[in-house]
Every structure is written in structure tokens, then in C-alpha cells.
């Protein structure tokens, strides 16, 4: 595996990107932000991509992993919530490469959060089924198994009691219905009470901004399954992105 990659994170109101140390998961100098363009077409936003990649000078060889707020099969985006609508049945590989004249590879951005955890974050040496789950407006989630993605999972779509789940156990929901840790915390028991009976983890890693204040709603659940705060935070995306492409570059 190459000693160095590169992490573009493609959110709502910014594109980030990054240069990485793979034997530590850091960044090699400083991160570039660029506003997400308005509106967030498909070339409007690679035309950034190559904006990012130029400021940071990647040299050709270096691999470049691609997130994006959407699933990614087979670098194809089946269907999109946080950009333009422009990006669906988009192929993310042919689009990425003809504006930044070399190969990408391209994932969802909870599923690069969640391997960026695994490889050097808090679930750093653990085998066995990790679930990890972003909390934000919705609930992002990926599942790794052994060490292996396996991409594109929704488990913030489950239907629980007859709602999609994230309309009510989202850190997002916590905000708009204005819960305390408590309210908060018997939505969190029930969906991940669930997601233990349905997948039978061995670890959940938590992510997103609310779990830095992991000690006001996990001691509060009961779970068979250990519960753990995320460590990376605001580099996962771009860490993962650049560990899962130097895994997959060709």
C-alpha cells in the first residue's frame, strides 16, 4: 500500500482535502476548504476537486479517495439529498478522472468515517462486526467486518415503530424537538437496541459532533454491546477516503 494519499470530502457547504500519512492517519500539512459550489453540479463541484488537488500539489501516482454525502455503487450515485440533483446516475469515476486527469475512488462519507475508525481510530486493533454510526441531522452508518467495508448501509433508514428511524433518534432531532440527554437517550436505547437485536455487534463507535459529549448519553443505555466515542471527528472523511483509496487504487 502507498505511503501517501489523498482525502477529498464533498459536504452540503464545503469540499475539504487533505494529504495523509497512511502509517498514522494524519495529515501531511495543512487541510484545503473550498466553498461547496451553488449550485453543486456535477462538474461544478470536480472543478473544485481539481482545485483542491492543485493547492495541495498531489503528485500523479498518489491515490485519491472521493466522499459524498450520497450511496456510491460502483462509482454511480443512485440518488442524492445534500447536492444537486444533477449528481444522480452520475459515473463519479469517468466525471472525477476527466477533470482531474487521473483515477479516483469514490464512497459514501459515513462509510469512510467508519473505516477511517477502524484503521486508526477509536476501534483501532478490534475485530469482529463494528457498527458505526454518525450523528448529525440524519444517521449515517457503516459496517465493517474484520477489517472489510461493507459499503452503503442505511441503517438510519431502518423503520422502527413505524418511523424511519433517524426522525427520531438523531442528534439533529434531539436539536429541533429541544430533548434533554435523558429524552434524548431512551430514543438512542430503542434504535440501538434494535440495530444490537437485528446485527448482534461486537463494537458501536458513535460519530458526529454530539459525541464529544459521549458521557451524558451512553452510560444511560443499556446495551449488551460495548459503546464507544469516535476519535477522529473532523478528519474521518478525509482519512477514510484516502485509506480506503490506497486500499482499492489499481
Known amino acids: 500500500m502507498a505511503h501517501v494519499a489523498c482525502g477529498i470530502d464533498i459536504g452540503g457547504s ?17 487541510q484545503i476548504r473550498i466553498p461547496t459550489p451553488n449550485p453543486a453540479t456535477p462538474e461544478a463541484v470536480a ?7 492543485d493547492q495541495l500539489d498531489v503528485k500523479i501516482g498518489v491515490p485519491i479517495g472521493v466522499t459524498f454525502p450520497a450511496p456510491v455503487f460502483d462509482g454511480v450515485i443512485p440518488y442524492m439529498a445534500n447536492l444537486d440533483q ?12 476527466r477533470y482531474l486527469g487521473r483515477a479516483v475512488v469514490a464512497l459514501n462519507d459515513a462509510d469512510a468515517a467508519g473505516i477511517a475508525e477502524v484503521a486508526y481510530g477509536a476501534a483501532k486493533g478490534r475485530d469482529g462486526v463494528i457498527v458505526f454510526t454518525t450523528q448529525g441531522t440524519g444517521i449515517g452508518s457503516a459496517i465493517i467486518v474484520n477489517g472489510t467495508l461493507l459499503t452503503n448501509t442505511e441503517l438510519g433508514h431502518l423503520e422502527i415503530d413505524g418511523t424511519d428511524a433517524e426522525k427520531n433518534a438523531s442528534s439533529g432531532q434531539k436539536t429541533l424537538q429541544g430533548l434533554d440527554w435523558e429524552q434524548w437517550a431512551e430514543r438512542l436505547q430503542r434504535y440501538y437496541g434494535h440495530v444490537e437485536f437485528l446485527l ?12 464529544e459529549n459521549h458521557e451524558k448519553f451512553m452510560p444511560l443505555l443499556k446495551l449488551k454491546t460495548p459503546m464507544i466515542p469516535a476519535k477522529l471527528l473532523n478528519t474521518a472523511g478525509i482519512v477514510g477516503a484516502a485509506y480506503y483509496a490506497a486500499q482499492h487504487s489499481s
Open 86 to 97: 444533477s449528481w444522480v446516475n452520475v459515473d463519479v469515476d469517468e466525471l472525477m478522472e
Open 14 to 30: 464545503g469540499v475539504k482535502g487533505a494529504l495523509v500519512d497512511l502509517e498514522t492517519g494524519e495529515y501531511i500539512g495543512e
Open 200 to 211: 448482534n455487534p461486537d463494537l458501536f463507535v458513535v460519530g458526529g459532533g454530539v459525541s
Open 47 to 53: 472543478a473544485v476537486c481539481r482545485e483542491v488537488i
